[in-house]
């Protein structure tokens, strides 16, 4: 089933940097990952490739790292690859995706012959979920948290909160792709085994720099991973991709994670002090992720002038919601950010 028209669903942030020498802030993988250890161990692992992968280590790393039985774990070539095993073990007859969010789980539950509903979150609101604005009987829902483009974290109970949309016969699907960037990960549902149906996706490729090897997982009730493994190839993750995994999940690991959500949290404090100076730059907050959406009169043009000032940014047009005047920071370092902010001012002069 091909989108209906509207926004580009299969355009990504690399798209802004691809063949060019800009300084990226539009894709949000950390920069300067990864770190030396943790290619070491990639490294030390090119030494078993005559073997077949063999996912048991990674898979009960996992597990402990969220204190799960390993049969509620499930390793994927990243969390777009578990977006499309959701959308062809599952069969829905109402699927709803919450809108602005990472385009992908509607492209894949599209191509997967789904009509899917979209939900619209309001800027009004801050772009914050209203549980009562997903269809009652929607049997399957699309969520981020922390969403991207929004940067908005969704808190996990209370009227508002993400628990409220889990119930029976219904799959409520959470993207956490960028949770280990909130510090203490105190929205995350990812441990809980309480909500029915409660299918939480993860990514290790954005925090650890490894979206080129392509290592996520999935957390769920052990039927449900059962059906997503039995639609997954044979060995689809590889011996290099579960080292990472198994690496990213030891207590050493960990706590490096932790150090760097933090310092991304002071990063992204500077950047929106840095913005505020621009009285023509309205920023949705308060953001939560390791990036931030902003909106500015004549956007695409301003876009567009950041690339001759040396600048990538990610376009906000593609997210069903936004339209031109949107853009995506990643959050960067204070000397990037302050670079930043000169090229903007003078792609906002530059008219």
Known sequence: MTAPPGPDLAHHGDAEVRGTDLTDLAVNVRAGTPPDWLRARIAASLGTLAAYPDGAPAREAVARRHGLPASRVLLTAGAAEAFVLVARAFAARRPVVVHPQFTEPEAALRNAGHPVERVLLRREDGFRLRPDSV??????????????????????????????????????????????????????????????????????????????????????????????????????????????????????????????????????????????????????????????????????????????????????????????????????????TDLFADALAKALTDR
């Open 135 to 336: 269809p009652e009987d929607a049997d399957l829902v699309v969520i981020g948290n922390p969403t991207n483009p929004t940067s908005v974290l969704h808190p996990a109970d209370g009227p508002a909160g993400l628990a409220a949309l889990a119930r029976p016969g219904r799959l409520l699907v959470v993207d956490e792709a960028f949770m280990d960037a909130v510090p203490g990960e105190h929205a995350s549902l990812a441990s809980r085994t309480d909500l029915p149906g409660l299918v939480v996706l993860r990514s290790l490729t954005k925090t650890w720099g490894l979206a080129g090897l392509r290592i996520g997982y999935v957390l769920a009730e052990p039927e449900r991973i059962a059906a997503l493994e039995r639609a997954q190839p044979l060995w689809p993750v590889s011996a290099p991709a579960l080292a990472a995994a198994e690496a990213c999940c030891e207590p050493a690991a960990l706590a490096e994670a932790a150090r760097a959500a933090e310092r991304v949290a002071a990063d992204r404090e500077h950047l929106l002090a840095r913005l505020a100076e621009f009285g023509e730059v309205a920023v949705c907050g308060p953001a939560a992720g390791p990036f931030v959406l902003l909106r500015l009169p004549d956007g695409a043009a301003v876009r567009e002038r950041l690339r001759e000032h040396g600048f990538a940014v990610r376009r906000g047009d593609t997210f069903p919601g936004l339209g031109p005047e949107w853009l995506r920071l990643a959050v960067r370092d204070p000397r990037t």
